[in-house]
């Protein structure tokens, strides 16, 4: 893809525990985006982060974004069971968003 | 109020046949997008709508990939002929102009035989 780019990756962890996944870019943005997608489900805004931000946080949630290195990061604090999904960055030309593969997150109860 | 909604959530087809699926978006909202989503290439983007008028149409997917959005509140895509190719989730979403937040349905699941 030739904006928003996670390798997939596929990461299993204890419920409690901390997990912070990457992504990175190629072109230029002004937001970056993270959804969350659960399985049968359609992706969910979780967070989005502007080029003039360099973190935001929501609840158990922080994004970081710097646009030197083209990079964003998702952090979730004291995972719980529910936060088993797939996590996607995207970024955005006007409306249009271009999403990575994903990060599949698997906690465990 | 009401999410996207898409339908039918599942769709099994033969080879060479027609499907239609269908799309209602958030009400209010102006912009409206089709991807199509698989393991190995994620999501894809088909076709994008702002009130109605056809934005982008997906490029290599021109050719048997039809989206139309005939009034605000709903829109379908058409493959014809389908191709076991094919088989992948199509996902709605909408949007509200220069928001960049995408509200998405729960998907088409499409299964080409």
């Known amino acids: 893809s030739q904006w928003g780019e996670e390798n997939l990756q596929a990461l299993s962890i204890q419920e409690g525990e901390d997990v912070t996944m990457n992504c990175s870019y190629k072109t230029y943005t002004t937001v970056v985006q993270w959804y969350r997608q659960k399985s049968g489900k359609g992706p969910a805004q979780l967070i989005l982060?502007?080029?003039?931000?360099r973190e935001k946080r929501s609840g158990r949630l922080r994004a970081t974004l710097d646009t030197s290195s083209q990079s964003s990061s998702l952090s979730i604090t004291g995972t719980l069971a529910t936060d088993t999904a797939v996590y996607f960055c995207s970024n955005s030309a006007g409306n249009k968003l271009t999403f990575g593969i994903g990060t599949r997150v698997l906690v465990r109860p | 109020d009401a999410g996207v909604t898409q339908t039918p959530r599942h769709e099994v087809a033969e080879k060479g046949q027609t499907i239609i699926l269908k799309c209602e978006p958030v009400?209010?909202?102006?912009?409206l997008f089709w991807y199509r989503q698989t393991k190995i290439q994620g999501l894809e983007l088909l076709s994008y709508f702002r009130s109605k008028s056809l934005m982008e149409d997906g490029g290599a997917f021109k050719d048997r990939f039809k989206a139309e959005m005939l009034n605000s509140s709903f829109s379908t895509l058409k493959i014809q002929p389908t191709e076991p190719k094919d088989s992948a989730v199509y996902l709605c979403a909408s949007s509200l102009e220069n928001t960049g937040q995408l509200y998405f349905g729960e998907g088409s699941k499409l299964t080409v035989l």
């Open positions: 982060i502007r080029s003039n931000e």
């Open positions: 009400s209010g909202h102006n912009d």
